[in-house]
């Protein structure tokens, strides 16, 4: 039996309530597979349609806009209902009432001096033209920037993850058997100032955060679901090559070559290599959604071990 932490990402939860209630239902069963095995699961999710949505709503409403961190709050809400209700139900349908299962409101911490919050990358919210976002920054204050030919939106740092606040409840809900869906969205991001912690406009990178959380709880396993069945070198060439066991040492090679794009699979492949750099015997596993079980007997995805 492992401790084992499930990262899924935003964008296979769909695009609407409805599409994400039933893309949870599947992610459910890969991730009852692994309860039935007698694993303790950890779930985390990315949010990114959804807090851009929730967002949206509030610069369409013509109402005062909610804080990022709030946005993120709502999104932790909103999508754990979902995975609670779905994995709830996969359980029971498969003849399993006593493991209950529950969603945490995760902040993650940051440092206030982390160099992100100087350079904003992270983009959020609806598209403008150029134009309209021209206005929008003389206005606000707030940047934007140019998203890949689709329009203008506004960028937010995306500083690295130092801590969880609520490590100790986490743990103890792991340690008892619980199902736990934390760290939704990368966490809601804060830093300590003055006596307290204070939420901050950010967004916090999922799978960076997902990895602090599985090192934080001492984690056997960290899994990242995605739409692949592998990570690959030299994609989409002829020579491309799936990576199926491979050394830390040859993937930090790998990302010495930049063989990763950096929007999508290298956040990915450095936050596997930070967690298996945490402690001796570290699994990392990158793999396809539909396909976790087989992933944790080495039947499929790319596993990373020191």
Not at 64 to 90: F, K, N, R, T, W
Not at 197 to 215: L, P, R
Not at 237 to 244: C, D, S, Y
């Amino acid at each position: 039996m492992a401790k084992i932490v499930v990262a899924l990402g935003g964008n296979a939860l769909g695009n609407s309530a409805d599409e994400q209630l039933s893309r949870a239902q599947l992610a459910a069963k890969s991730i009852v597979d692994l309860i039935i095995q007698g694993h303790k699961v950890v779930i985390a999710h990315g949010n990114g349609p959804q807090v851009g949505q929730i967002r949206l709503a509030f610069e369409n409403s013509g109402e005062e806009v909610m804080p990022l961190a709030e946005c993120i709050a709502m999104s932790q809400g909103y999508i754990g209902y979902h995975l609670q209700q779905a994995i709830d139900e996969e359980l029971v349908s498969r003849g399993i009432e006593n493991v209950p299962v529950i969603s945490m409101l995760t902040q993650v911490v940051v440092d206030a001096d982390d160099p992100a919050f100087q350079q904003p990358t992270k983009p959020i919210g609806g598209y403008y033209t150029e134009e309209a976002a021209k206005k929008l920054m003389r206005e606000t204050g707030a940047p934007y920037q140019e998203d890949a030919g689709r329009g203008w939106r506004r960028v937010v740092p995306s500083p690295k993850p130092i801590d969880i606040y609520e490590k100790i409840s986490l743990q103890t809900l792991v340690d008892a058997g619980q199902v736990v869906i934390a760290c939704g969205g990368g966490g809601i991001p804060v830093v300590y100032r003055g006596a307290r912690y204070q939420g901050v406009d950010a967004v916090i990178d999922k799978d960076f955060a997902t990895a602090k959380m599985a090192t934080l709880i001492e984690a056997d396993v960290f899994v990242i679901l995605t739409a692949v069945d592998y990570v690959y070198v030299d994609f989409g060439k002829e020579n491309q090559r799936a990576l199926k066991e491979v050394s830390l040492a040859d993937m930090q090679q790998y990302i010495a070559e930049k063989q990763f794009p950096a929007g999508s699979m290298l956040p990915k492949v450095e936050a596997a290599c930070e967690f298996v750099r945490s402690g001796k015997e570290k699994t990392a596993i990158i793999a396809n959604l539909e396909q976790v079980a087989q992933a944790i007997t080495a039947e499929t995805g790319t596993i990373i071990r020191s």
